[in-house]
C-alpha cells in the first residue's frame, strides 16, 4: 500500500465528453503527478503539480488540465475525449522542493475506455 | 531528447533462477534512476531508487546497478520465484526537465513453476 488512492478505479464515456479522475496523495507530501499509461507501453508524464502550481508539462495537448488542492490532492480533467485517450490514467505522489527528485508513489489508476 | 529502452520485451525463466534485467538510457544528465514493479492493471511499486552519484542500490534479492557514462543500468533478481513475476520499468529523471520521468516500456518478467 502506498497511501495515495485514485477513483474511480475504471471509467467509460463516449467520444467527445469530459472527464475528471481524482488523486489523494500520500500524507505529508506536496507534488502530484499524472501519468498515462497505453496498454504495452510505459508511463507517459502528462504533467505535475507542486504546492498547488503546475510544474512541468509534457507533450499533452490543453484539453488535458489539472489541479491541486491545499491538501495536495489533485485532479485530471480531460475535455473533448478521443478514442486514443483510452488508457491506464496513474497519479504518483512525492516529497520535493521542485521536481520528484524523491522516490515516487502510484496510485493503482483509473482504467479508462472511451467508446 | 532522453530515450530509456529495455530489453528483452519479455522474459520466462525457470524458478530458481538468477537473471538481469537491462535497462538503457540516451541522455548521462540524469539525477536519479529508479526501477519499478508494475502487475496486469495495477498501479508502480517502486523498487530501488539510485542518485546520479551512487553505483547501486539492494534491497533483498534485488540489486541494481547505474553506469551513467555508458547510459546502462541493470536490475539483478537472485533466485527467482514465481512471486516475481510482474513488468518491471525503469525510468529516469532527467536535469533538462527536473519533474518529467521518463519511463522504458518494461520487460514483462514470467517465472515458470
Known amino acids: 500500500e502506498t497511501g495515495v488512492t485514485q477513483s474511480p478505479t475504471h471509467l467509460i464515456k463516449t467520444r467527445g465528453q469530459q472527464v475528471t479522475l481524482r488523486c489523494s496523495s500520500q500524507s505529508g507530501h506536496n507534488t502530484v503527478s499524472w501519468y498515462q499509461q497505453a496498454l504495452g507501453q510505459g508511463p507517459q508524464f502528462i504533467f505535475q503539480?507542486?504546492?498547488?502550481?503546475?510544474?512541468g508539462r509534457g507533450n499533452f495537448p490543453p484539453r488535458f488540465s489539472g489541479l491541486q488542492f491545499p491538501n495536495y490532492s489533485s485532479e485530471l480533467n480531460v475535455n473533448a475525449l478521443e478514442l486514443d485517450d483510452s488508457a491506464l490514467y496513474l497519479c504518483?505522489?512525492?516529497?520535493?522542493?521542485?521536481?520528484?527528485?524523491?522516490?515516487?508513489?502510484f496510485g493503482s489508476g483509473t482504467q479508462l475506455s472511451v467508446l | 531528447k532522453q530515450e530509456v529502452t529495455q530489453i528483452p520485451a519479455a522474459l520466462s525463466v525457470p524458478e530458481g533462477e538468477n537473471l538481469v534485467l537491462n535497462c538503457s538510457f540516451t541522455d548521462s544528465a540524469i539525477y536519479n534512476l529508479q526501477w519499478f514493479r508494475q502487475d496486469p492493471g495495477k498501479g508502480l511499486t517502486s523498487l530501488l531508487l539510485i542518485q546520479s552519484s551512487q553505483r547501486e542500490q539492494t534491497s533483498g534479492r534485488l540489486n541494481a546497478s547505474l553506469d551513467k557514462s555508458s547510459g546502462r543500468s541493470t536490475l539483478y533478481i537472485a533466485a527467482s520465484q514465481p512471486g516475481d513475476s510482474a513488468t518491471y520499468l525503469c525510468a529516469v529523471l532527467p536535469y533538462s526537465s527536473a519533474s518529467k520521468i521518463i519511463f522504458g516500456s518494461g520487460t514483462r518478467l514470467s517465472i515458470r513453476p
Open positions: 503539480y507542486y504546492r498547488e502550481e503546475e510544474n
Open positions: 504518483a505522489s512525492s516529497l520535493a522542493g521542485t521536481g520528484g527528485v524523491e522516490k515516487l508513489f
